[in-house]
């Protein structure tokens, strides 16, 4: 085991969960407190930057036009289109810009996006943070106050649809108490440096 993270050999780390997982204080988390240094990926998107956020920090936020290009040109890691027709990736620079600052490269994705990384990277480290129950899951998703009841339905066929995923992933951990699950990540990361 090595002594630091400077020694670690460079790993690519995928956390995927479902909506009301917990997965954002997580990942928080971990970048706070991992035996390595974990560089977060910045996602691109098509969508328009909401109030707070910081272009390059937040997202690469890009014109239709550009994702498209970028797209043509093999650039991303991985893609979706969601809500609309608003387009969301990984671009393959963030891997090699984690490399480059020394650290482990951190994609926090959804399940497609990390069956297409699963693919390109086979050794990648995979985590499949489940919620311990659905109905903690939904008491979760009612919890936030931002979603009308239909939407919280929406989330919670989805939820079912990407557990169903959750056995292609080399760890799964569940968030049954934060302070648990962050240990049992960490303990995950730490037996590949």
Not at 81 to 91: A, D, I, K, M
Not at 100 to 113: A, H, K, P, R, T
Not at 126 to 139: A, D, G
Not at 174 to 183: F, K, P, R, S, Y
């Amino acid at each position: 085991m090595a002594a630091n993270s400077a020694e670690s050999p460079f790993q690519i780390v995928v956390l995927s969960g479902p909506s009301g997982s917990g997965k954002t204080t997580i990942v928080e988390r971990l970048i706070r407190e991992a035996p390595v240094r974990l560089v977060k990926s910045v996602s691109a998107t098509t969508r328009s930057p909401r109030v707070g956020e910081t272009p390059g920090e937040s997202y690469y936020f890009l014109s239709q036009e550009e994702f498209q290009t970028r797209l043509a040109n093999d650039e991303f890691l991985e893609t979706a289109e969601v809500y609309s027709g608003l387009w969301y990736g990984t671009l393959k620079s963030e891997v090699d810009r984690a490399r480059l600052l020394g650290g482990w490269s951190f994609l926090e994705i959804d399940v497609q996006g990390a069956l297409r990384v699963m693919d390109l990277y086979p050794e990648a480290i995979t985590i499949f943070v489940k919620p311990p129950s659905m109905e903690v899951c939904e008491q979760r998703l009612r919890a936030r106050k931002t979603d009308s009841d239909a939407i919280i339905q929406q989330r919670l066929a989805k939820v079912q649809h990407e557990l169903s995923f959750a056995d292609r992933y080399r760890h799964q951990v569940v968030n049954d108490t934060l302070d648990h699950a962050i240990q049992e990540i960490l303990g995950i990361l730490d037996s590949y440096r």
